[in-house]
Structure formats: C-alpha cells, structure tokens
C-alpha cells in the first residue's frame, strides 16, 4: 500500500508556472512508476505524463509536452510536475498516480494505476 499527497495547486494566470509536488508515503518510492492525470469539469481524466521507476524515462501527453516536465526525487519520496507557459485549458483537479507496473503501451490508461492522490486543483485565468 502506498499513500499519496498532492500539493501545490492554485490560480495562476494565463504564461504563468506553477509546480505541484506528489509526497509518497507507505512504500519504497523507488519501486514505483508515478504519473500525473487531470480532470477537467465534465470531461474523463486524462494522462499527463508519466516517469519510470529511477526517473531514466518520462512520457507526456502531447498537450503538455514542451511545457511540463516530470522530476522525483527518490531519496525524498516525492514527485514534482513543473508546468510552464499554462493556459487556461489546463484548468483541471491534477492527481498523482502510482503503479508497480510499467506498460510501455498502456502507461497513459488510467486503469492502470492502482494508487490515487486526492487530488489539487489547478486553475488558469485568461
């Protein structure tokens, strides 16, 4: 069992940055693939990005690629998203995800994920 604890959300302005850290408690952090989704107001949550276990390898979806970047820190259990030049269709609850597993064609199906955080919202004024 692994707990998460999302942190760093709030408004910020349309080119604005914001970086949302995700704190691992419970198992080794190490052992874990961990992602980032988000859901918009009556949209599905969709895949963000994603880091293997050590960090050698990162995914993101397109919409954020160039513009987000996945880091974690092993030694501290935690996981950051810095997003930059935000627009305000990044407006959305960001949950971070954890899984034991890695698919290297299924890393962006949410069903894949067996641990959620609670969730911070991020919001993108115009």
């Known amino acids: 069992q692994v707990q998460l604890v999302e942190s760093g959300g709030g408004l910020v302005q349309a080119g604005g940055s914001l970086r949302l850290s995700c704190a691992a408690s419970g198992r080794t952090f190490s052992n874990y693939v961990m992602g980032w989704f988000r859901q918009a107001p009556g949209q599905e949550r969709e895949f963000v990005g994603v880091?293997?276990?050590?960090?050698?390898?990162?995914y993101y979806s397109d919409s954020v690629k160039g513009r987000f970047t996945i880091s974690r820190d092993n030694a501290k259990n935690t996981m950051y998203l810095q997003m930059n030049s935000l627009k305000p269709d990044d407006t959305a609850v960001y949950y971070c995800?954890?899984?034991?597993?890695?698919?290297?064609?299924?890393?962006?199906?949410?069903?894949?994920?067996?641990?959620w955080g609670q969730g911070t919202q991020v919001t993108v004024s115009s």
């Open positions: 995800v954890a899984s034991m597993y890695w698919g290297s064609a299924t890393y962006n199906d949410k069903n894949r994920y067996k641990y």
């Open positions: 880091s293997r276990w050590n960090g050698d390898m990162t």
